[in-house]
């Protein structure tokens, strides 16, 4: 049972390059989820998908966007890479919402030079 | 949109002490109140939750309490073990139908010392 897969596990990219995060995850959850951490600010909500088929904004969604495939996958991309968007980042699941806690992926390190 | 604050920022005890962590919430209608634990290099992970209905829940060595009228709720971790060392995350939401997401606060790094 693999839970949350997330790829890749690092990357480094230039800036002005564009890339597409990838997340999985095999629990039939309903909701997911995309969060960055940076040092000091906890885990900040980039986009969620509350169920198949719908996608909202969360607290920084400038400079990404995100598509939920079907109900098991829910990618992030970044059209044009800035250095501010250096930073660890998340994806998590839960069955409806956030109650009963996420389960996250292991975190795709993310270097923009 | 609900705010979380978390204090310390930092938090070093001795093996064998108590350590508390303290988060306050903004949004009167926020509901559900998790914890997170997350290890060095590694995904955070749930470690206790607590609902608005209920004013403490323990686990263990760990326990949450909640207080409703002033808006915060605590994590304390009692008997402290070296693998305790990681940081820890609070977080609110108000789990309604319309309502999907978690906030954070910033995080406490706790350091047992042996």
């Known amino acids: 049972n693999a839970g949350v897969t997330q790829t890749p596990k690092f990357q480094v990219l230039k800036t002005g390059q564009s890339m597409t995060l990838q997340c999985a995850q095999d629990?039939?959850?309903?909701?997911m989820y995309w969060y960055r951490q940076d040092p000091g600010m906890g885990l900040r909500l980039i986009y969620y998908?509350?169920?198949?088929?719908?996608?909202d904004k969360g607290e920084v969604p400038n400079g990404y966007n995100v598509s939920r495939l079907n109900k098991r996958e829910f990618s992030l991309r970044l059209e044009s890479a800035a250095p501010s968007q250096t930073s660890v980042y998340f994806c998590?699941?839960?069955?409806?919402?956030?109650?009963?806690?996420?389960?996250f992926g292991s975190g795709t390190r993310l270097t923009v030079v | 949109g609900e705010n979380v604050e978390q204090h310390p920022s930092t938090l070093s005890v001795q093996e064998g002490d108590s350590a508390v962590i303290k988060c306050t919430y903004s949004?009167?209608?926020?509901?559900?109140f998790p914890w997170y634990k997350q290890e060095l290099g590694k995904r955070p992970q749930l470690i206790i939750d607590?609902?608005?209905?209920?004013g403490e829940k323990k686990d263990q060595r760990i326990a949450v309490t909640l207080n409703k009228t002033a808006k915060h709720f605590s994590l304390h971790i009692t008997e402290t073990q070296p693998e305790d060392s990681a940081v820890y995350f609070c977080?609110?939401?108000?789990?309604?139908?319309?309502?999907?997401?978690?906030?954070f606060g910033a995080g406490t790094t706790v350091t047992v010392r042996a």
């Open positions: 998590a699941s839960s069955e409806r919402g956030p109650a009963g806690g996420y389960t």
């Open positions: 629990m039939n959850h309903n909701s």
């Open positions: 998908s509350a169920s198949e088929g719908t996608t």
């Open positions: 949004d009167s209608a926020s509901n559900y």
């Open positions: 607590i609902r608005s209905n209920v």
């Open positions: 977080a609110a939401s108000s789990s309604g139908s319309n309502d999907y997401k978690l906030s």
